[in-house]
């Protein structure tokens, strides 16, 4: 009965032995497009040769800016009380309009406090415990109620204002994204409405 297992053990080894080596003889690269995007998928060669690995090469890039021009409009200078006007900045753009490259992924939000980081710009904001939803309190110290208890700092997508969390909108190449300051709640910016984030 031992003689009998070992035998059969030997035979399965072999066996096995023998896929692994005629896998890897027959391991290969090759390049596919899925969707008009460029993926280059690479067969792993080795033990596991039917192992894919997927990498996605495409390239993301938005532009993106900050500014605050209606604040610095003299009608909502008058709206600020005289010492608070020290703390206005010198010029609107507080982010020049730059083209940025982002990660699969990422948020309107992500990519703020991202470019706030690596360019030491103030930022405050407050955030959900349970959700995903994140509010911008303040941008370069210029908070939401700097002049007035209707600023404060809203975003636009490619000209539009959506109407729900920056942390929400998840960015696609080409995208145009605006950081802006409003002194009536985004009224002054969007023809008269109000807008709603």
């Known amino acids: 009965m ?20 005629w896998g890897a003889s027959n391991a290969q690269t090759t390049s596919v497009s899925l969707e008009n995007n460029p993926v280059q998928t ?9 192992m894919n690995f997927i990498y996605d090469e ?5 532009t993106f800016n900050i500014d605050c ?8 200078i008058k709206k600020i009380g005289f010492w608070k006007r020290f703390g206005l900045p ?14 699969k992924g990422e948020t309107v939000f992500d990519l703020l406090v ?11 904001y407050s ?15 210029l908070d939401q109620s700097f002049a007035g208890k209707q600023s404060g700092w809203i975003y636009k997508v490619n000209g539009e204002y959506p109407n729900y969390s920056p942390s929400e909108y998840e960015l696609k190449n080409g ?19 109000r807008v709603y984030q």
């Open 175 to 193: 995208d145009v994204v605006e950081w802006v300051y409003t002194c009536d709640y985004g009224r002054d910016l969007n023809n008269g409405n």
């Open 2 to 21: 031992k003689t009998q297992k070992k035998y059969l053990l030997s035979v399965l080894t072999t066996g096995f032995v023998f896929v692994i080596i």
């Open 58 to 62: 495409q390239q993301r890039n938005v």
């Open 42 to 50: 690479v067969l792993a060669k080795g033990i596991f040769p039917e």
């Open 114 to 124: 991202r470019i706030c980081e690596k360019n030491e710009i103030e930022l405050d």
């Open 69 to 76: 021009n209606v604040l610095l409009e003299d009608e909502n």
């Open 127 to 141: 955030k959900s415990l349970f959700t995903r939803v994140a509010h911008v309190e303040s941008i370069a110290e």
């Open 90 to 103: 010198k010029k609107a753009d507080i982010y020049s309009s730059s083209n940025i490259d982002i990660e």
